[in-house]
């Protein structure tokens, strides 16, 4: 059985708007508009260069291999944050490419 970790986190000690902006876009990444909205682009965050699935708000589903880089992450943030294994379905090792 192949299996993955569910990684729920929530930010510690009421952070601003501006921190949580923050976070979510170096997380998340976001796209940027320019020009009166006549050009934009992507730019990335962490999650963006790793496979991942998104169950809802603050909680992602990565491979093993890569939760250590997200929770590393989520740290610097003060973050509160649950780590499990869970056990993936073959459409859950196809989205984080999980081979075998």
Do not use: W
């Not at 929770?71 to 869970?86: E, G, H, R």
């Amino acid at each position: 059985m192949k299996t993955g970790r569910l990684i729920c986190y929530t930010l510690g000690s009421r952070p601003t708007v501006a921190e949580r902006t923050k976070f979510r876009k170096r997380f998340l990444g976001y796209t940027d508009f320019s020009n009166k909205s006549q050009y934009k682009y992507h730019r990335k965050g962490l999650l963006s260069e790793i496979p991942h699935i998104k169950i809802i708000r603050s909680v992602v589903i990565v491979r093993n291999e890569d939760c250590n880089r997200i929770v590393d992450f989520l740290k610097k943030y003060n973050a509160t944050i649950f780590v499990k294994s869970v056990i993936l379905t073959l459409e859950d090792r196809k989205k984080l490419q999980v081979i075998g």
